[in-house]
Structures are given as structure tokens and as C-alpha cells.
């Protein structure tokens, strides 16, 4: 007896795998889990760190992502006025 799940290999699979990443990221980052969310963007980031530029889903992957780090800037001063302004200045 053969199991279908357990042979079956989609001929594109490393491109679904992927964008699972961005997926992820997307989902953490709307779930206000900044952490998990830009690990999940630096995974993405990395495998498609040889990708064509002009692949539109990169370009719009890194605006997101951008948007991340800066809504985790923003709490950082907010939470650690202190040590941002050490840092900031």
C-alpha cells in the first residue's frame, strides 16, 4: 500500500517552500509578534538572497519588512527612552 502524501513531490516545491516564509512573516507581523516575524523575514530574505530584483514580490517582502523594523524602533523608544537616546544620540 502507498501512501499519496508520502511520494507526491510538486515539481515547484522549492518556490512554494519559499514563499512559506513570507507567509509566516506576514502572518507574525499581524499577530504583533515582532520577533518571530523578522526571523521569518530574514529567512525569506535569505533565500532569495540570488532572486532577480525585479521579481515583484521581493521588492513589496522588503517594504513590509522595513515597516517592521521601524514599528520596532518606535517601541523601543517608547519601552527604553534611556537607552535609546544613548544610543540614538
Aim: proline content about 6%.
Amino acid at each position: 500500500m502507498q501512501f499519496w502524501g508520502a511520494t507526491w513531490v510538486h515539481p515547484y516545491w522549492g518556490q512554494f517552500y519559499s514563499l512559506s516564509y513570507l507567509g509566516m512573516a506576514r502572518g507574525s507581523a499581524l499577530a504583533s509578534d515582532t520577533v518571530k516575524a523578522k526571523k521569518a523575514f530574514q529567512d525569506f530574505f535569505e533565500l532569495w538572497k540570488d532572486a532577480d530584483p525585479d521579481v515583484p514580490i521581493l521588492p513589496q517582502a522588503k517594504a513590509e519588512y522595513a515597516k517592521l523594523l521601524r514599528r520596532l524602533r518606535e517601541v523601543d523608544k517608547v519601552c527604553f527612552p534611556r537607552v535609546t537616546q544613548a544610543v540614538c544620540s
